[in-house]
């Protein structure tokens, strides 16, 4: 019964910005690590970035860093990518992953996958 649930997904032009949250419920998500990965249509799904239990250290691929940033809200059981600067190879769907390990990295091992949301950026 421990399920993530992601929102903010939509449609917006090259250089626009878009907010992800994830909502977390039916486990210990204080606990974990948590991560975004994204999934372009005939591609495999890749790690965008990841966050520590605690929020103490963040990682991102070097494709969105300094464009994307990866927060959480252990009170709300929320963790957030705020992304700037989009551009049309960001298009993808954007999965939250739970790690029950609770550390961080360029990877994770993840244990609990949400659903997706679409993230279509435009010429």
């Known amino acids: 019964q421990e399920r993530l649930v992601e929102s903010g997904g939509g449609l917006v032009q090259a250089g626009g910005s878009l907010r992800l949250s994830c909502a977390a419920s039916?486990?210990?998500?204080?606990?974990?690590?948590m991560g975004w990965y994204r999934q372009a249509p005939g591609k495999e799904r890749e790690f965008v970035a990841s966050i520590d239990w605690n929020g103490a250290k963040q990682y991102y691929s070097d494709s969105v860093k300094g464009r994307f940033t990866i927060s959480r809200d252990n009170a709300r059981n929320t963790v957030a990518l705020q992304m700037n600067n989009l551009k049309p190879e960001d298009t993808a769907i954007y999965y939250c992953a739970a790690d029950t390990y609770g550390v961080a990295g360029k990877r994770l091992t993840v244990d609990l996958w949400g659903q997706g949301t679409q993230v279509t950026v435009s010429y």
């Open positions: 039916g486990g210990l998500f204080g606990n974990y690590a």
